[in-house]
């Protein structure tokens, strides 16, 4: 069954998936794994050549930073509010009050906040 929020349905999965295995997150353990799936990420997009293998290792670095949340004692709930939270600010930032410089997005400098 699906909550029809994709992010809290995965989020669901990663906890059903480590509860299946009898698995209670650690952090260093989850640590170690979202490292290695950074690493296998960033070699997939730097070769560039399969899109679909990009957005598999993409997926998998999604699956073990909620694996992380989980072992640090996020909930799902917490988890789920932040990412909705963090969306809503970049959804908010224009240009007028941002940027892109040096590769990121940044605040202007001399933004006049009401």
Do not use: W
């Not at 909550?3 to 997150?25: I, K, M, N, Q």
């Amino acid at each position: 069954m699906t909550s029809g929020d994709p992010l809290r349905d995965l989020a669901e999965s990663t906890r059903a998936f480590y509860e299946r295995f009898g698995v209670t997150p650690e952090l260093q353990s989850c640590l170690t794994n979202f490292n290695e799936e950074v690493f296998e990420l960033v070699q997939a997009a730097m070769d560039g050549e399969n899109k679909q293998h990009i957005a598999e290792e993409a997926a998998d670095v999604f699956v073990t930073a909620i694996g992380v949340c989980m072992a640090s004692g996020i909930s799902i709930e917490a988890l789920v509010e932040q990412v909705y939270a963090v969306a809503a600010k970049n959804d908010a930032k224009t240009h007028e009050t941002h940027v892109f410089k040096d590769g990121k997005i940044r605040r202007r400098v001399n933004v006049r906040r009401d």
